[in-house]
């Protein structure tokens, strides 16, 4: 991974379609894959140079061509308490991933009044496209404002794969919502975790296939609640036990250990 930083420092960049997501552009500097960077480093004991990637999330200057007023530091968006999705050089984009960001809470990037902050943005977020029909579940979409076609990150074959409220563009996918469960028990917002792990219990259940119990199906539409991805998918139904694990104790197997230890070193460091 230390071979993909272009600045041979600490952030890592990537190419489009190179994370996860096989049908959506991430350029450069993404959120979710240097959440996972931060989180390895301290897993493997190199805190400082994890709190360095953290350092430059939040020091790095967009200084080429144009600088468009809504262009950020970064992966922090001005003004909002989320981190944006991506970012590389004149080029960024200050959607919200839920994955990404709901690691920065787990893994502790985020501190704990960003952390209440963003669940608060999120939440309030989801309660307004619940009101315009976007969003007919108590989960919040894996990313929005959905990309529509006549905005500038449209791309040809979103039209195919990624209509507004499917798939990569704002599908409610059950191993996301796994995690989010999880980063809300780490900002110990512990009934409202229980809340959204019911409204995962109830998601798990739907299925392609009507004769399924289970369906653990990969993602549903954010407008209808639909299951429109592969049943028996093994993340949605391994997610969703890491999510009932985490409500039930209180506590986050693996991230607990990557947050406490990093907070005494941030304090140590007076970072």
């Not at 798990?204 to 296939?209: C, E, G, P, S, V």
Request: net charge neutral; proline share 5%.
């Amino acid at each position: 991974m230390a071979y993909q930083s272009p600045s041979d420092r600490s952030l890592v960049a990537q190419k489009p379609t190179s994370d996860w997501r096989d049908e959506q552009w991430v350029t450069g500097y993404g959120l979710y894959v240097n959440t996972l960077v931060y989180s390895y480093l301290h897993l493997f004991g190199q805190h400082e140079q994890a709190e360095q990637v953290r350092s430059e999330m939040r020091r790095f200057t967009i200084t080429g061509g144009v600088q468009h007023q809504h262009v950020h530091e970064g992966l922090v968006v001005a003004h909002k308490p989320y981190y944006a999705f991506w970012s590389y050089k004149i080029y960024s984009s200050d959607r919200f991933d839920l994955l990404g960001n709901s690691l920065a809470i787990l893994s502790g990037m985020a501190s704990p009044s960003r952390a209440e902050a963003m669940i608060a943005w999120i939440e309030a977020e989801c309660l307004g496209m619940r009101q315009k029909g976007e969003l007919a579940l108590d989960l919040p979409p894996n990313f929005f404002p959905f990309i529509k076609p006549e905005e500038p990150d449209w791309r040809l074959r979103y039209e195919r794969f990624n209509m507004p409220g499917e798939y990569h563009n704002g599908g409610i996918w059950p191993f996301i919502a796994g995690f989010y469960v999880a980063a809300l028990v780490a900002a110990k917002k512990y009934r409202l975790a229980e809340a959204k792990l019911l409204a995962l219990t109830g998601i798990i259940r739907a299925a392609k296939n009507e004769r399924l119990s289970f369906g653990f199906n990969e993602w549903l539409k954010a407008q209808d609640g639909q299951p429109m991805g592969q049943n028996w998918q093994t993340w949605s139904a391994a997610l969703y036990l890491y999510a009932v694990k985490c409500v039930e104790e209180k506590r986050t197997p693996f991230f607990d250990e990557i947050r406490i230890g990093p907070t005494k070193l941030v304090n140590e460091m007076g970072l």
